[in-house]
């Protein structure tokens, strides 16, 4: 009997044990960390210390995400790096390549003792906030002027990465939502042109249904997928963006017209059918490869995925066009975007001046080398050229045309809400691909969730 | 106890280690999750002391509380319901199956397989008929298309097409436990009754049954812990979806500590769980104490 009893125990506590196991592997880390940190700063003071006259020597340390010697972005990394260590031989450039997730713990044990790298890696917004708040970030403004660099990022993309009016990161990409569609089965539902007002694109929808096609293709188990498309809706609906800074400042509620016009429209989606049956368990990757193997007509995703259509059977059939307006209102140049991480500089940096003539020459070269390794699509900056030339299929050329006119938009949900509110949200959206509902108590839902998570 | 007549410090210094290991992977980290249960803490910034606040939210406040605990305990009842059924089946077996080992390794197959694969594989069987679903399929086949639905997807009946799942998976693993305990009742016993003219289901009823008492009331206790425990069946299958529909207490757990990162309510349901856990654990055996007097 005790035995058994023993046995409750050790199930019932596995999730307390999970506790311990992310308590150890975080003091690992410092432990690396601190290791790390100090041979770096060993090297940046001999460094110092040996510069006499004329051009100092000096180290950058270059704490990045693109480790894969196999991804476009590891080759961009190091051949610009390389092409500047070379024009400067004064500079060496210590690179410090980790995965997404190690950055990430790296850098908060980091930011604790203050010993951030000259270079590293943030995400936008609410996600970046902290570090800023610690006043960890050198502002970038003066380096942006310089050089022109400013200009060379899509128009409002920068916003994501400022603070009371100081640029404190640049954006490696940025992507958009877009809707991909399969111009065969377009045809064979009879439709001619693609829709730019939600009537039409409703009625679009009807259309391929009848003809007993999936309209389109979604991976609802895993909730983000409804709820970015939600927010595009949204973002017509609120006549542009903002909406859910407005709930942040007290300015609007979820109550708002907006909001419940765009649930409705949601709404009458799911119910018109649009999306492939048992939506709600079909995880994202196999919602995506419904639309990839030509089983539904539409994906409603991010530019990331152009890749990957490119290169599936339906690739050559594929086009995109722009999320239409939503009762007449938003302005379809306005995107859901999704900035990318974004390179920051220590304001304790010893070298603050040469780290941003670096960055500056680095963010500048970028899009020539990106273009260069046909990794254009999804770039934070305007990249023009002729991608025909260059070998870019017609869709990648397609989607690059878009991001031309990129006029802003909004974040996700959750890169703006608090995690527990986020949650609520995801839950609520995901309810409604399985049963109808009144757009007041899905507002109501939010907006109690919003204030019990303050 | 001491029959080698071994020195106590000797016991003590080879048990040491292992007890030191248990101490701090099962003593302490209770300990460690009622105490992060006071807290309102989102396991990045620092924590703040709320006392029972937690409790009474998930008491009171939480709506997605009391249907995660009515979930979790329906799959308990579901599972333990299906222990006689073993049972029964086991001494079936015993009497008319001439290789019934055979038959039992096949009865066990699912239960070597990984979760993950099972309940890929039973979304698969779930799915729409035009997605390749194989239930549907078959309904279809039958002339039956009006009880076509989309099994995991209908919030009133996926939780019990999860129920199903784990009574497929685990009836050859309690059917197994089950068939060893009715082998193991001496055949003497039987012999003895047929001469008293007991035979059949007659000596099942009074001979069987009663004797398979102690390994019958493992298996519930086993199949009531693992039900408490549910989660890679649901996480794999519905991920607690649609809107909560199938969750249970663990995968309302997981949600509140890792997605919501809170992570204080996240070890409150945790402490709930482990309560629950002792409380139904000490039930069982007791019943069972006055079941098995009964019968010895």
């Given at each position: 009997?005790?035995?058994?009893?023993?046995?409750?125990?050790?199930?019932?506590?596995t999730?307390?044990?999970?506790?311990?196991?992310a308590?150890?592997c975080?003091?690992?880390?410092?432990?690396?960390?601190?290791?790390?940190?100090?041979?770096?700063?060993?090297?940046?003071?001999?460094?110092?210390?040996?510069?006499?006259?004329?051009?100092?020597?000096?180290?950058?340390?270059?704490?990045?995400?693109?480790?894969?010697?196999?991804?476009?972005?590891?080759?961009?990394?190091?051949?610009?790096?390389?092409?500047?260590?070379?024009?400067?031989?004064n500079?060496?450039i210590?690179l410090?390549?980790?995965?997404?997730?190690?950055?990430?713990?790296?850098?908060?044990?980091?930011?604790?003792?203050?010993?951030?790298?000259?270079?590293?890696?943030?995400?936008?917004?609410?996600?970046?906030?902290?570090?800023?708040?610690?006043?960890?970030?050198?502002?970038?403004?003066?380096?942006?002027?310089?050089?022109?660099?400013?200009?060379?990022?899509?128009?409002?993309?920068?916003?994501?990465?400022?603070?009371?009016?100081?640029?404190?990161?640049?954006?490696?990409?940025?992507?958009?939502?877009v809707?991909?569609?399969?111009?065969?089965?377009?045809?064979?539902?009879?439709?001619?042109?693609?829709?730019t007002?939600?009537?039409?694109?409703?009625?679009?929808?009807?259309?391929?249904?009848?003809?007993?096609?999936?309209?389109?293709?979604?991976?609802?188990?895993?909730?983000w997928?409804?709820s970015?498309?939600?927010?595009?809706?949204?973002?017509?609906?609120?006549?542009?963006?903002?909406?859910?800074?407005?709930?942040?400042?007290?300015?609007?509620?979820f109550?708002?017209?907006?909001?419940?016009?765009?649930?409705?429209?949601?709404?009458?989606?799911?119910?018109?059918?649009a999306?492939?049956?048992?939506?709600?368990?079909?995880?994202?990757?196999?919602?995506?490869?419904?639309?990839?193997?030509?089983?539904?007509?539409?994906?409603?995703?991010?530019?990331?995925?152009?890749?990957?259509?490119?290169?599936?059977t339906?690739?050559?059939?594929?086009?995109?066009?722009?999320?239409?307006?939503?009762?007449?209102?938003?302005?379809?140049?306005?995107?859901m975007?999704?900035?990318?991480?974004?390179?920051?500089?220590?304001?304790?940096?010893?070298?603050l001046?040469?780290?941003?003539?670096?960055?500056?020459?680095?963010?500048?070269?970028?899009?020539?080398?990106?273009?260069?390794l046909?990794n254009?699509?999804?770039?934070?900056?305007?990249i023009t050229?002729?991608?025909?030339?260059?070998?870019?299929?017609?869709?990648?050329?397609?989607?690059?045309?878009?991001?031309?006119?990129?006029?802003?938009?909004?974040?996700?949900?959750?890169?703006?809400?608090?995690p527990?509110?986020?949650?609520?949200?995801?839950?609520?959206?995901?309810?409604?691909?399985?049963?109808?509902?009144?757009?007041?108590?899905?507002?109501a839902?939010?907006?109690?969730?919003?204030?019990?998570?303050? | 106890?001491?029959?080698?007549?071994?020195?106590?410090?000797?016991?003590?210094?080879?048990?040491?280690?292992?007890?030191?290991?248990?101490?701090?992977?099962?003593?302490?980290?209770?300990?460690?999750?009622?105490?992060?249960?006071?807290?309102?803490?989102?396991?990045?910034?620092?924590?703040?002391?709320?006392?029972?606040?937690?409790?009474?939210?998930?008491?009171?406040?939480?709506?997605?509380?009391?249907?995660?605990?009515?979930?979790?305990?329906?799959?308990?009842?579901?599972?333990?319901?299906?222990?006689?059924?073993?049972?029964?089946?086991?001494?079936?077996?015993?009497?008319?199956?001439?290789?019934?080992?055979?038959l039992?390794?096949?009865?066990?197959?699912?239960?070597i397989?990984?979760?993950?694969?099972?309940?890929?594989?039973?979304k698969?069987?779930y799915?729409?008929?035009?997605?390749?679903?194989?239930?549907?399929?078959?309904?279809?086949?039958?002339?039956?298309?009006?009880?076509?639905?989309?099994?995991?997807?209908?919030?009133?009946?996926?939780?019990?097409?999860?129920?199903?799942?784990?009574?497929?998976?685990?009836?050859?693993y309690?059917?197994?436990?089950?068939?060893?305990?009715?082998?193991?009742?001496?055949?003497?016993?039987?012999?003895?009754?047929k001469?008293?003219?007991?035979?059949?289901?007659?000596?099942?009823?009074?001979i069987?049954y009663?004797?398979a008492?102690?390994?019958?009331?493992?298996?519930?206790?086993?199949?009531?812990?693992g039900?408490?425990?549910?989660?890679?069946?649901?996480?794999?299958?519905?991920?607690?979806?649609?809107?909560?529909?199938?969750?249970?207490?663990?995968?309302?757990?997981?949600?509140?500590?890792f997605?919501?990162l809170?992570?204080?309510?996240?070890?409150?349901?945790?402490?709930?769980l482990?309560?629950?856990?002792?409380?139904?654990?000490?039930?069982?055996n007791?019943?069972?104490?006055?079941?098995?007097?009964?019968?010895?």
């Amino acid at each position: 009997m005790v035995k058994k009893s023993t046995k409750t125990a050790a199930f019932a506590l596995t999730a307390a044990a999970l506790l311990m196991g992310a308590t150890a592997c975080g003091s690992n880390n410092a432990n690396n960390t601190s290791d790390n940190a100090n041979t770096g700063n060993t090297g940046t003071n001999a460094g110092g210390n040996a510069a006499a006259g004329g051009d100092k020597n000096v180290t950058i340390t270059f704490q990045n995400i693109y480790p894969d010697p196999a991804t476009p972005s590891y080759k961009m990394l190091h051949s610009i790096v390389d092409q500047y260590q070379k024009d400067h031989p004064n500079v060496k450039i210590e690179l410090d390549s980790l995965n997404t997730d190690q950055q990430k713990l790296k850098l908060k044990t980091q930011a604790a003792s203050k010993e951030v790298p000259d270079i590293t890696i943030v995400n936008p917004a609410a996600q970046m906030k902290p570090f800023v708040d610690a006043k960890l970030f050198a502002p970038l403004n003066d380096m942006l002027d310089q050089n022109g660099l400013k200009d060379t990022f899509q128009k409002g993309l920068l916003d994501y990465y400022s603070f009371d009016n100081n640029i404190y990161a640049l954006p490696d990409g940025n992507n958009i939502e877009v809707v991909y569609y399969n111009k065969d089965m377009f045809a064979q539902a009879g439709i001619t042109a693609t829709p730019t007002t939600y009537e039409e694109f409703l009625d679009d929808v009807k259309k391929i249904k009848a003809k007993g096609m999936t309209p389109i293709a979604i991976g609802e188990k895993d909730s983000w997928t409804g709820s970015f498309l939600f927010m595009n809706i949204l973002l017509r609906t609120n006549g542009g963006p903002g909406f859910l800074q407005d709930v942040l400042d007290g300015k609007k509620t979820f109550k708002d017209p907006a909001f419940t016009d765009a649930v409705s429209a949601m709404q009458d989606l799911i119910q018109a059918k649009a999306f492939e049956e048992g939506a709600t368990s079909i995880d994202y990757n196999t919602g995506g490869n419904l639309f990839k193997t030509g089983k539904a007509a539409m994906m409603i995703m991010g530019t990331w995925e152009t890749g990957a259509i490119d290169s599936s059977t339906v690739g050559p059939k594929v086009g995109v066009f722009k999320f239409p307006t939503v009762n007449g209102k938003g302005d379809p140049d306005q995107f859901m975007l999704a900035p990318g991480s974004a390179f920051a500089v220590s304001a304790n940096s010893k070298h603050l001046q040469e780290t941003k003539d670096f960055l500056n020459y680095f963010m500048t070269e970028m899009p020539k080398k990106q273009f260069e390794l046909k990794n254009a699509v999804g770039s934070g900056q305007i990249i023009t050229g002729d991608f025909k030339a260059a070998g870019y299929s017609q869709l990648a050329q397609d989607v690059l045309a878009l991001f031309q006119n990129v006029k802003g938009g909004d974040l996700a949900f959750d890169n703006t809400m608090k995690p527990a509110i986020a949650q609520a949200h995801l839950s609520s959206i995901q309810n409604m691909f399985v049963q109808k509902v009144d757009p007041a108590a899905v507002a109501a839902e939010h907006q109690s969730a919003f204030d019990s998570n303050k | 106890m001491n029959v080698l007549k071994v020195p106590a410090r000797t016991i003590a210094v080879f048990v040491l280690p292992c007890l030191i290991i248990y101490i701090g992977l099962v003593f302490v980290p209770i300990i460690v999750s009622i105490y992060d249960s006071l807290l309102d803490w989102d396991s990045i910034n620092k924590a703040k002391f709320i006392g029972l606040d937690n409790f009474k939210t998930m008491f009171a406040h939480d709506a997605n509380f009391w249907p995660a605990v009515r979930h979790t305990l329906m799959y308990a009842v579901f599972s333990m319901l299906e222990i006689p059924i073993c049972l029964f089946v086991a001494a079936l077996m015993n009497r008319y199956v001439k290789k019934a080992n055979t038959l039992v390794s096949i009865y066990f197959v699912p239960v070597i397989l990984s979760t993950v694969i099972i309940g890929q594989l039973w979304k698969t069987i779930y799915n729409p008929a035009d997605m390749g679903g194989m239930l549907n399929g078959i309904l279809n086949s039958l002339g039956l298309e009006s009880w076509t639905r989309s099994w995991l997807t209908e919030p009133k009946i996926a939780m019990y097409c999860l129920y199903f799942v784990s009574l497929w998976q685990y009836f050859g693993y309690h059917l197994l436990i089950q068939f060893t305990g009715v082998q193991n009742i001496p055949q003497e016993v039987y012999e003895a009754a047929k001469i008293d003219g007991a035979e059949g289901f007659k000596s099942d009823w009074y001979i069987t049954y009663p004797m398979a008492v102690p390994i019958f009331k493992i298996s519930i206790v086993l199949a009531f812990i693992g039900s408490l425990q549910q989660f890679d069946l649901v996480w794999v299958m519905t991920g607690g979806g649609p809107a909560h529909a199938t969750d249970t207490i663990s995968t309302h757990m997981y949600n509140s500590s890792f997605l919501s990162l809170k992570y204080g309510y996240g070890s409150a349901l945790a402490t709930f769980l482990v309560f629950v856990c002792l409380v139904f654990t000490v039930v069982i055996n007791s019943v069972f104490k006055k079941v098995e007097a009964k019968y010895s």
